[in-house]
């Protein structure tokens, strides 16, 4: 059973940083970073195809968020500058099964991961 957990969550003024971390128990091609505020639907933030190291991202954090990986770790990074209070929620870290395909991967939709992390919480005050 693939273990995901998370690390790196907390609390900040607008405007600042945070970087998430995700370490897995076994290496998968596709994973992700997921978010739910209270009261909203869950939404894609960034998947990574681990392969070829490319990113997807959801239109709300491009140019502000950057997901990353470290092989060797079998860790996920979840870089995040420039927070605005709408970014807080929690975050999931996200893994597939061990048969994805690329359009899945980078469509960041939750339905396409069966595996996730136990959440941590990302506040960013105004």
């Known amino acids: 059973q693939l273990q995901l957990v998370e690390s790196g969550g907390g609390s900040v003024q607008t405007g600042g940083s945070l970087r998430l971390s995700c370490a897995a128990s076994?290496?998968?091609?596709?994973m992700g970073w997921f978010r739910q505020a209270p009261g909203k639907e869950r939404e894609g933030v960034a998947t990574?195809?681990?392969?070829?190291?490319?990113?997807y991202y959801g239109d709300s954090v491009k140019g502000r968020f950057t997901i990353s990986q470290d092989n060797a770790k079998k860790t996920v990074y979840l870089q995040m500058n420039s927070l605005k209070p709408e970014d807080t929620a929690n975050y999931y870290c996200a893994a597939t099964g061990p048969f994805v395909s690329l359009v899945d991967c980078s469509s960041i939709k939750s339905a396409h991961f069966p595996y996730w992390g136990q959440g941590t919480q990302v506040t960013v005050s105004s």
């Open positions: 990574i195809w681990t392969g070829a190291d490319s990113t």
């Open positions: 076994t290496s998968r091609l596709c």
